[in-house]
């Protein structure tokens, strides 16, 4: 186990968006979170990395734990917390003053590399983990807005891979992106857990059933049911689970 949830609460204001989930995440792992909109899905991601709390009137109760530390714990810097828990968005967000280079040096230049063969090396290395480097190996200087949406969404990838997380949080990284970019997505996933430990909100379950080795289906901000996605989706334990992978409802 590398990050777990315990008793997980959140709340925008007085409205309660998570009652106390409590997940585990093992290394290497890719665990797919579903449900219905609405559900507290992108909300309990944004609170394993402390994005939750930037939303004004946001708070938490409970504990995240990231190898054994609370997250939450008043020496812990939430900046650099995201350094070890990076974050992946629905939409590819590269910052569109900066070339491609740049949109994957910026990390490890905040994190004080200066070196230029450094930073080439973890560059290229970002590219390459995410799929991309045979496609923009001459266009580093370009903007990065200048890159297809699938592209994009890769290059995100890779800048937050450069500065080298244990945990790579996804929030339906693939919603807006086409069916051959989304396969490629995908199949850079299978790849990237041997690395890194992915947890990916996902409204698609048929992406859930062929990229994750867990899922968890939440409901009305409550896990209904957590486990291995081939016996969830075929012997659910939750009448709940059931009515919605088999489209009843949601």
Wanted: net charge positive.
């Amino acid at each position: 186990m590398i990050l777990k949830s315990e008793n997980l609460e959140a709340w925008f204001g007085e409205a309660k968006a998570l009652k106390g989930v409590g997940l585990e995440f093992e290394s290497n792992t890719v665990t797919a979170i579903i449900g219905p909109s609405g559900c507290g899905k992108s909300t309990y991601i944004r609170c394993l990395n402390r994005l939750h709390e930037e939303t004004p009137g946001a708070r938490i109760g409970g504990r995240v734990l990231l190898q054994g530390r609370d997250i939450y714990g008043p020496e812990v810097d939430p900046v650099l917390l995201r350094r070890q828990i990076g974050m992946v968005f629905q939409k590819p967000n590269p910052f569109p003053s900066m070339s491609v280079y740049d949109n994957v040096a910026v990390g490890l230049k905040l994190g004080g590399i200066r070196k230029k063969r450094e930073l080439d090396s973890r560059v290229e290395w970002s590219l390459r983990v995410a799929a991309l480097w045979d496609e923009v190996k001459d266009k580093l200087d370009r903007p990065g807005t200048s890159l297809s949406g699938g592209q994009q969404q890769r290059l995100c990838i890779a800048r937050a891979l450069a500065v080298k997380p244990v945990v790579l949080l996804m929030d339906e990284p693939t919603s807006a992106l086409d069916p051959i970019s989304t396969a490629r997505i995908e199949e850079l996933l299978t790849e990237l857990k041997k690395t890194v430990t992915i947890v990916i909100v996902t409204h698609n379950m048929q992406q859930s059933a062929r990229i994750s080795d867990k899922t968890a289906f939440l409901l009305m901000g409550e896990l209904v049911e957590f486990g291995e996605t081939s016996a969830l989706f075929t012997t659910p334990k939750d009448k709940r689970t059931e009515s919605y992978i088999t489209g009843r409802f949601g």
